[in-house]
């Protein structure tokens, strides 16, 4: 064989090699959740199916504690490491939209955006600014009403009539109080009580923040009632002073009569009550002359990927996801809510809602949400932190809402006005 010949070969033999390296190659995208137990696991199944119709992308998950979720991202951010698609708790979103250098969804979807119209578009609101959208819905919970069937009969109440107002919810709470000897009901607060006091108060026609978070609005007639209300379930013996998780443990157990939480938790509670006792779920109860207004819990995902290969995956995988069947699988495996418009047109999510009935009051919610109230970038902590203490001074029921929210909502307000 002659030099040149031989020469000829071995680059045939390299190109052939780079050509099946191009073809191998992968790209790995990092993912940002704290998803665990049950929810883990459908969601890494549904990144492994995109995979498997994906070879040429590896999608790594990376956990944190839902607590820890937003410093570690934000650390991952500013250390320089990968962060494509993260998590982000739906409160926090202003701060990463101020702070981070999150992706317009829109913009990097060059064009081609009908994978966003799938969305009921009141949850997309919450990562919309403009025609931009920062943020999709992904770990959606709305607040629901769940309640001990058996109880209701021990206590004299019909368990196929649950409350529909606040004022029966108050009313049942104190008959089974009174006549059982147990828990007659609570409502979660969530971490600092930031959650459980916005819900309240923008269902009662109240308004929680202002549009830009920076300012506390809920020191209305109609707050104050909510608040005040809150104050009654604790004054009047039917709510014990405690927490979320003990007040979850209660209810699973036996011993409390009603219990307002997300829905993230039915199927959890499915189970809890299971050969213990008849479970009923239905929605979050009204104040009487007001429509139902009820603020989404949990968490939506938002994009960081850098332009080239990994955004263009990361895109992918958020297409995949939002398909209608993915987004459902999602919803019925994981307990969170169903996102995509008009859920029950998959025939795979009639079933199941057929054969699970307590998910119907859930789907019916749906067009009731409102986006959560989100916070500002500086003095969120201070703000947080004076709700957490008005809720112990409502519980303690030495002074009256009228006197307490007014005084709360004004230090609030010192705390944020860093942002003005």
């Known amino acids: 064989m002659s030099a040149t010949r031989l020469k000829r070969g071995v680059l ?4 052939a090699f780079l050509a099946t390296g191009t073809a191998l190659a992968e790209t790995e995208i990092a993912f940002y959740h704290y998803q665990t137990g049950g929810s883990y696991q459908v969601f890494r199944s549904i990144l492994d199916e ?3 119709a994906n070879p040429d992308i590896t999608v790594r998950d990376i956990f944190a504690q839902s607590e820890q979720i937003t410093a570690e991202v934000q650390a991952a951010l500013a250390a320089g490491r990968p962060v494509d698609i993260a998590t982000v708790i739906g409160k926090n979103i202003v701060f990463f939209l101020n702070n981070t250098g999150a992706v317009d969804m829109v913009e990097a979807s060059e064009g081609d955006t ?3 119209d799938g969305y009921l578009p009141n949850f997309l609101d919450l990562g919309r600014v403009g025609d931009a959208v920062y943020a999709i819905p992904h ?5 629901m009403l769940y309640y001990n069937k058996d109880i209701f009969t021990q206590a004299g109440l019909d368990p196929e009539a649950p409350p529909r107002t606040w004022a029966e919810f108050l009313a049942a709470g104190k008959t089974i109080a009174e ?3 147990l828990a007659g009901g609570a409502h979660l607060h969530a971490a600092m009580g930031d959650y459980g006091t916005m819900v309240m108060v923008n269902n009662a026609g109240a308004t929680y923040l202002n549009a830009q978070g920076t300012k506390a609005e809920f020191d209305t007639p109609e707050g104050i009632a909510a608040l005040q209300n809150w104050q009654d379930m604790a004054t009047s013996g039917m709510m014990p002073i405690a927490g979320d998780s003990d007040w979850s443990a209660a209810f699973n157990a036996g011993q409390m009569g009603m219990y307002i939480t997300s829905s993230a938790g039915l199927r959890g509670s499915v189970a809890a009550a299971e050969g213990k006792f008849e479970l009923g ?6 104040f009487e002359d007001q429509p139902r207004r009820v603020s989404n819990s949990g968490a939506a995902l938002m994009l960081y990927a850098p332009e080239g290969e990994r955004r263009e995956a990361s895109m992918a995988l958020l297409r995949f996801i939002s398909q209608k069947e993915v987004a459902n699988r999602w919803s019925r495996e994981s307990g969170y809510m169903p996102l995509i418009q008009d859920p029950l047109s998959d025939p795979a999510m009639a079933a199941y809602v057929a054969e699970f009935p307590y998910v119907r009051p859930v789907i019916e919610q749906m067009a009731d949400t409102i986006p959560t109230n989100v916070w500002p970038a500086k003095g969120t902590l201070e703000a947080q932190t004076e709700i957490r203490a008005m809720l112990d001074e409502l519980w303690a029921g030495r002074r009256t809402a009228a006197e307490i929210v007014p005084e709360t909502v004004a230090r609030v307000n010192a705390a944020l006005a860093v942002n003005n």
């Open 50 to 52: 995109f995979e498997a």
């Open 12 to 15: 045939g033999l390299a190109l």
């Open 179 to 181: 006549t059982t000897g």
């Open 281 to 286: 779920v239905t929605n979050y109860p009204l």
């Open 114 to 116: 009908a994978w966003l």
């Open 139 to 143: 770990a959606y919970g709305t607040p």
